[in-house]
Protein backbone atom coordinates (compact mmCIF):
# COMPACT_ATOMS: atom_id res chain seq x y z
CA UNK A 1 0.00 0.00 0.00
CA UNK A 2 1.25 3.60 -1.17
CA UNK A 3 2.31 5.33 2.24
CA UNK A 4 2.97 8.87 0.77
CA UNK A 5 0.21 9.80 -1.68
CA UNK A 6 1.13 13.02 -3.78
CA UNK A 7 -2.03 12.38 -5.82
CA UNK A 8 -1.34 15.83 -8.49
CA UNK A 9 1.44 14.63 -11.33
CA UNK A 10 1.95 18.10 -12.91
CA UNK A 11 0.36 21.58 -11.94
CA UNK A 12 1.06 24.62 -13.83
CA UNK A 13 0.25 28.26 -12.95
CA UNK A 14 1.34 31.52 -13.84
CA UNK A 15 3.38 33.23 -11.72
CA UNK A 16 1.91 34.89 -9.34
CA UNK A 17 -0.61 32.66 -8.61
CA UNK A 18 -1.12 30.41 -5.41
CA UNK A 19 -0.47 27.27 -6.13
CA UNK A 20 -1.44 23.79 -3.08
CA UNK A 21 0.57 20.77 -3.59
CA UNK A 22 -1.73 18.01 -1.73
CA UNK A 23 0.17 15.11 0.23
CA UNK A 24 -1.54 12.29 2.58
CA UNK A 25 0.19 10.12 4.47
CA UNK A 26 -0.47 6.37 5.83
CA UNK A 27 1.31 4.72 8.78
CA UNK A 28 0.70 3.37 12.39
CA UNK A 29 3.35 4.47 14.39
CA UNK A 30 2.61 6.94 16.90
CA UNK A 31 5.78 9.24 16.61
CA UNK A 32 6.56 10.14 12.63
CA UNK A 33 7.87 13.19 10.90
CA UNK A 34 6.75 14.62 8.15
CA UNK A 35 8.98 16.46 4.84
CA UNK A 36 8.79 18.57 2.11
CA UNK A 37 11.80 18.43 -0.37
CA UNK A 38 12.25 20.98 -3.45
CA UNK A 39 14.42 19.18 -6.72
CA UNK A 40 14.97 21.86 -8.93
CA UNK A 41 15.74 20.59 -12.68
CA UNK A 42 19.45 20.34 -11.73
CA UNK A 43 18.50 17.70 -9.60
CA UNK A 44 19.76 18.17 -6.23
CA UNK A 45 16.76 17.44 -3.41
CA UNK A 46 16.50 20.54 -0.57
CA UNK A 47 15.23 20.41 2.56
CA UNK A 48 12.48 22.57 3.45
CA UNK A 49 10.22 21.14 6.15
CA UNK A 50 10.29 18.89 8.73
CA UNK A 51 6.84 18.20 10.79
CA UNK A 52 6.22 16.09 14.00
CA UNK A 53 3.47 13.65 15.03
CA UNK A 54 2.69 15.77 17.93
CA UNK A 55 2.56 19.32 16.26
CA UNK A 56 -0.06 20.02 13.99
CA UNK A 57 0.24 23.75 14.32
CA UNK A 58 0.82 25.08 10.83
CA UNK A 59 3.72 27.13 9.41
CA UNK A 60 4.54 29.95 7.23
CA UNK A 61 7.73 30.43 5.59
CA UNK A 62 8.17 33.57 3.68
CA UNK A 63 5.81 32.39 0.61
CA UNK A 64 5.65 29.21 1.94
CA UNK A 65 3.30 27.42 4.35
CA UNK A 66 2.23 24.11 5.38
CA UNK A 67 -1.29 22.75 6.72
CA UNK A 68 -0.87 19.80 8.79
CA UNK A 69 -4.27 17.62 9.76
CA UNK A 70 -4.15 14.21 11.52
CA UNK A 71 -7.56 14.08 11.33
CA UNK A 72 -6.95 13.87 7.69
CA UNK A 73 -3.70 12.32 7.24
CA UNK A 74 -2.08 15.50 4.96
CA UNK A 75 0.01 17.45 5.04
CA UNK A 76 -0.28 20.44 2.05
CA UNK A 77 2.10 22.83 0.99
CA UNK A 78 1.10 25.99 -0.53
CA UNK A 79 3.24 28.43 -2.40
CA UNK A 80 2.00 32.23 -2.17
CA UNK A 81 2.86 34.34 -5.18
CA UNK A 82 4.24 31.63 -7.18
CA UNK A 83 7.61 32.90 -8.91
CA UNK A 84 9.15 31.00 -11.97
CA UNK A 85 11.92 29.86 -9.38
CA UNK A 86 9.76 27.71 -7.65
CA UNK A 87 9.46 25.46 -10.83
CA UNK A 88 10.85 22.26 -9.58
CA UNK A 89 9.38 18.69 -8.91
CA UNK A 90 8.60 18.49 -5.10
CA UNK A 91 8.54 15.91 -2.76
CA UNK A 92 6.52 15.01 0.70
CA UNK A 93 8.05 12.13 2.39
CA UNK A 94 7.05 10.41 5.60
CA UNK A 95 9.77 9.19 8.08
CA UNK A 96 8.81 6.70 10.35
CA UNK A 97 10.02 3.32 12.00
CA UNK A 98 13.29 2.12 13.87
CA UNK A 99 15.86 3.82 11.52
CA UNK A 100 12.84 6.70 10.58
CA UNK A 101 13.92 5.42 7.09
CA UNK A 102 12.06 8.34 4.50
CA UNK A 103 9.24 6.72 2.42
CA UNK A 104 8.96 9.71 -0.34
CA UNK A 105 5.99 10.02 -2.59
CA UNK A 106 5.89 10.06 -6.19
CA UNK A 107 6.33 13.74 -6.35
CA UNK A 108 4.49 16.70 -7.83
CA UNK A 109 5.89 18.68 -10.70
CA UNK A 110 5.19 22.32 -10.29
CA UNK A 111 5.92 24.49 -13.61
CA UNK A 112 5.64 27.99 -12.89
CA UNK A 113 5.17 30.58 -16.04
CA UNK A 114 5.87 34.14 -16.78
CA UNK B 1 24.81 24.47 7.31
CA UNK B 2 23.86 20.59 7.13
CA UNK B 3 26.00 20.16 3.55
CA UNK B 4 26.88 17.15 1.98
CA UNK B 5 29.00 16.65 -0.99
CA UNK B 6 28.57 13.86 -3.62
CA UNK B 7 31.16 13.25 -5.60
CA UNK B 8 31.37 12.67 -8.81
CA UNK B 9 28.38 14.45 -10.49
CA UNK B 10 28.24 12.61 -13.65
CA UNK B 11 30.12 9.46 -14.58
CA UNK B 12 29.85 7.53 -17.74
CA UNK B 13 31.54 4.13 -18.48
CA UNK B 14 31.48 1.59 -20.23
CA UNK B 15 29.82 -2.05 -19.37
CA UNK B 16 31.60 -3.73 -17.02
CA UNK B 17 33.30 -1.36 -15.31
CA UNK B 18 33.00 -0.45 -11.58
CA UNK B 19 31.89 2.63 -10.10
CA UNK B 20 32.29 4.53 -6.98
CA UNK B 21 30.40 7.36 -5.61
CA UNK B 22 31.42 9.44 -2.51
CA UNK B 23 29.07 10.95 -0.29
CA UNK B 24 30.65 13.26 2.73
CA UNK B 25 28.98 15.34 5.23
CA UNK B 26 31.13 18.29 5.28
CA UNK B 27 30.09 20.18 8.55
CA UNK B 28 28.55 17.46 10.86
CA UNK B 29 29.07 13.92 12.19
CA UNK B 30 26.48 11.84 9.90
CA UNK B 31 25.52 8.73 12.29
CA UNK B 32 23.38 7.22 9.37
CA UNK B 33 23.77 7.84 5.38
CA UNK B 34 21.40 6.77 3.11
CA UNK B 35 21.62 6.04 -0.88
CA UNK B 36 19.01 5.95 -2.80
CA UNK B 37 18.12 5.08 -7.06
CA UNK B 38 16.12 7.74 -9.28
CA UNK B 39 14.80 6.80 -12.48
CA UNK B 40 13.79 9.51 -14.72
CA UNK B 41 10.83 11.36 -13.84
CA UNK B 42 10.31 8.94 -10.84
CA UNK B 43 10.28 8.98 -7.18
CA UNK B 44 13.76 8.03 -5.07
CA UNK B 45 13.51 4.53 -3.90
CA UNK B 46 15.88 4.16 -0.76
CA UNK B 47 18.44 1.06 -1.46
CA UNK B 48 20.26 0.76 1.45
CA UNK B 49 21.08 2.73 5.09
CA UNK B 50 24.25 2.92 6.71
CA UNK B 51 25.68 3.39 10.18
CA UNK B 52 29.30 4.62 10.70
CA UNK B 53 30.93 1.35 11.72
CA UNK B 54 28.78 -1.51 10.96
CA UNK B 55 27.37 -3.24 7.65
CA UNK B 56 25.11 -1.43 5.57
CA UNK B 57 21.00 -2.74 5.60
CA UNK B 58 19.68 -3.18 2.20
CA UNK B 59 15.92 -2.89 1.11
CA UNK B 60 14.50 -5.77 -0.38
CA UNK B 61 15.63 -6.64 -4.05
CA UNK B 62 19.10 -4.51 -3.82
CA UNK B 63 21.83 -6.83 -4.29
CA UNK B 64 24.46 -6.45 -1.97
CA UNK B 65 27.02 -7.71 -3.81
CA UNK B 66 26.09 -5.19 -6.88
CA UNK B 67 26.04 -2.23 -4.78
CA UNK B 68 28.83 -2.36 -1.92
CA UNK B 69 28.58 0.06 0.54
CA UNK B 70 31.01 1.54 2.70
CA UNK B 71 30.30 4.04 5.64
CA UNK B 72 34.15 3.91 6.96
CA UNK B 73 33.70 7.32 9.07
CA UNK B 74 31.05 9.98 10.49
CA UNK B 75 31.79 11.74 7.72
CA UNK B 76 31.95 9.26 4.73
CA UNK B 77 29.75 6.70 2.99
CA UNK B 78 30.65 5.51 -0.15
CA UNK B 79 28.88 3.33 -3.02
CA UNK B 80 30.26 1.06 -5.78
CA UNK B 81 28.31 -0.41 -8.27
CA UNK B 82 30.74 -2.95 -9.26
CA UNK B 83 30.41 -4.37 -12.69
CA UNK B 84 28.14 -1.98 -13.71
CA UNK B 85 25.84 -2.88 -16.85
CA UNK B 86 23.41 -0.23 -18.74
CA UNK B 87 20.73 -1.09 -16.23
CA UNK B 88 22.53 0.06 -13.86
CA UNK B 89 22.28 3.48 -15.84
CA UNK B 90 20.39 5.44 -12.84
CA UNK B 91 20.48 9.12 -10.92
CA UNK B 92 22.09 7.96 -7.38
CA UNK B 93 21.68 10.16 -4.41
CA UNK B 94 23.31 9.93 -0.87
CA UNK B 95 21.47 11.62 2.26
CA UNK B 96 22.98 11.97 5.59
CA UNK B 97 21.55 12.67 8.99
CA UNK B 98 23.09 13.92 12.42
CA UNK B 99 21.68 11.88 15.58
CA UNK B 100 18.48 11.86 15.65
CA UNK B 101 16.17 8.67 14.42
CA UNK B 102 13.59 11.20 12.94
CA UNK B 103 15.78 14.48 12.19
CA UNK B 104 15.76 15.60 8.48
CA UNK B 105 17.75 14.14 6.04
CA UNK B 106 20.46 16.42 3.98
CA UNK B 107 21.47 14.97 0.65
CA UNK B 108 23.91 15.41 -1.73
CA UNK B 109 23.77 17.15 -5.22
CA UNK B 110 23.38 13.45 -6.73
CA UNK B 111 25.27 11.22 -9.13
CA UNK B 112 23.80 10.87 -12.84
CA UNK B 113 25.62 7.04 -13.83
CA UNK B 114 25.18 6.69 -17.34
CA UNK B 115 26.90 2.82 -18.54
CA UNK B 116 27.67 2.26 -21.77
Known amino acids: AQKVTQAQTEISVVEKEDVTLDCVYE???????LFWYKQPPSGELVFLIR??????QNEISGRYSWNFQKSTSSFNFTITASQVVDSAVYFC???????????FGKGTKLSVKP | GAVVSQHPSRVICKSGTSVKIECRSL??????MFWYRQFPKQSLMLMATSNEGSKATYEQGVEKDKFLINHASLTLSTLTVTSAHPEDSSFYIC????????????FGDGTRLSIL
Open chain 2, 27 to 32: DFQATT
Open chain 1, 51 to 56: RNSFDE
Open chain 2, 95 to 106: SARKDSRLGPQH
Open chain 1, 27 to 33: TRDTTYY
Open chain 1, 93 to 103: ALGEGSQGNLI
